[in-house]
């Protein structure tokens, strides 16, 4: 096996861990809002401290990998990642709890900055786009994470012994993988911290993942709320909807990066705005269980390619290193993730969830808007597609 190959194995394994990691804590909300008998706004001001840690982390990231070396941030991230997941489940009062789930949220997201940084050189290794396809094993992973949280409540297995099962499992794969991690350069400075205005390629890469992941946040917390109120399914079919979406969104990760290499990262994310915008149309049009199954895929294809292809041009930018960029790109993109869902309540309560989703489908319109004028603003990004090299 070539040593390109054993570097794409091992960082391919450190994105399933980390979202087998979100997941199985995910899986496990509901033992913890039994476990301190939080009320319903309690337990959404505790799953805040997750955003706000990630927050937090994105300039430190971006500094970090940029100053140390992505490499080291990886491996120093992913250990505490795996410590921060059992401790969740061994925190016996509040004061505990919080501050463990803000530092999750800060490790989780360091992880994913100094991965992805990772994985743009890799990328740049290949020749050709590998992202989404890595990508596609952290929502692959949001599926493995599930049934294993399923299975463990299934025989009555307390948080913190599944939580240290799975930490158990990272460490273990993250002592074989760190040794074939790239090596990239250290700045060996202090340069590198995220307090510059991004130059416009990144304003206009950071609109673009911003209304993607606004999109998808929607999609996460209102796809069940939107079957059961508009579409009026039968209660077992309500996650009809949602897993629709995750599949779709999982599916197309796998096959985004042949399209990508095919038709190049604007083109694919100018359709992919068009493909959300059609399927949640079709959903509000015909909301129907078929139709609004059917218009939940579109968005989930359309979704799938969105944060891949915004986090490799971001990494192709000539003005900041590339750790520096993600987490600029990152940031716009996730103030989307945070500000969609509670969005989508406000219109729902002041006019009609059918609006509020109307409003989503605008944001997919937005997207292609932003890949279809200005063009100059991507450069090279828009004339070339990524060669094809053999692996």
Not at 197 to 215: E, N, V
Not at 250 to 274: H, P, Q
Not at 337 to 347: D, K, T, V, Y
Request: overall charge positive; charged content about 10%; glycine content about 12%.
């Amino acid at each position: 096996m070539s040593s390109l190959k054993k570097r794409r194995i091992a960082i391919g394994s450190l994105f399933f861990l980390a979202g087998l990691s979100f997941a199985s804590w995910a899986a496990r909300i509901p033992d913890i809002q039994m476990k301190f008998s939080f009320s319903e706004a309690q337990l959404g001001t505790l799953l805040l401290g997750l955003p706000i840690g990630s927050l937090v982390a994105l300039p430190l990231a971006g500094w970090a990998a940029h100053r140390f070396g992505s490499k080291i941030v990886v491996i120093l991230s992913a250990i505490g990642y795996a410590i921060f997941l059992p401790l969740i489940g061994f925190s016996d009062s509040l004061y505990m709890l919080v501050p463990v789930v803000v530092t999750f949220g800060m490790l989780g997201n360091t992880m994913n900055i100094s991965l992805n940084t990772q994985a743009l050189a890799l990328e740049d290794s290949y020749g050709r786009s590998i992202l989404a396809s890595l990508h596609g094993l952290w929502s692959l992973a949001g599926f493995t994470g599930a049934g294993i949280g399923a299975l463990m409540i299934y025989f009555d297995l307390l948080p913190k012994i599944h939580f240290l099962l799975i930490s158990g499992i990272t460490i273990s794969i993250l002592l074989i993988a760190q040794k074939y991690l790239i090596q990239d350069k250290r700045a060996g400075g202090g340069t590198g911290m995220v307090l510059k205005k991004p130059d416009p390629l990144l304003l206009r890469i950071g609109a673009i993942g911003f209304l993607g992941m606004l999109s998808e946040g929607c999609m996460f917390d209102w796809s069940g709320v939107y079957f059961k109120k508009v579409v009026d399914i039968q209660p077992g079919l309500i996650a009809l909807g949602y897993v629709s979406f995750m599949g779709a969104m999982a599916g197309g990760r796998f096959i985004s990066d042949r399209l990508i290499n095919r038709f190049g990262r604007i083109e694919i994310l100018r359709v992919s705005g068009l493909l959300i915008f059609a399927g949640l149309i079709l959903a509000v049009v015909f909301p129907s269980p078929l139709i609004a199954t059917l218009g939940f895929l579109l968005v989930g294809l359309g979704v799938a390619s969105i944060v891949p292809s915004a986090y490799s041009i971001a990494g192709r930018s000539k003005e900041f290193p590339p750790s520096v960029s993600l987490a600029m790109v990152s940031t716009l993109s996730f103030f989307g993730f945070l500000i969609g869902p509670p969005m989508i309540g406000f219109i729902a309560e002041l006019l009609s969830l059918k609006t509020s989703f109307t409003m989503v489908a605008v944001a997919g319109l937005g997207i292609t808007l932003l890949t279809s004028v200005r063009l100059e603003v991507f450069g090279s990004i828009n004339k070339n597609k990524a060669a094809k090299k053999a692996i």
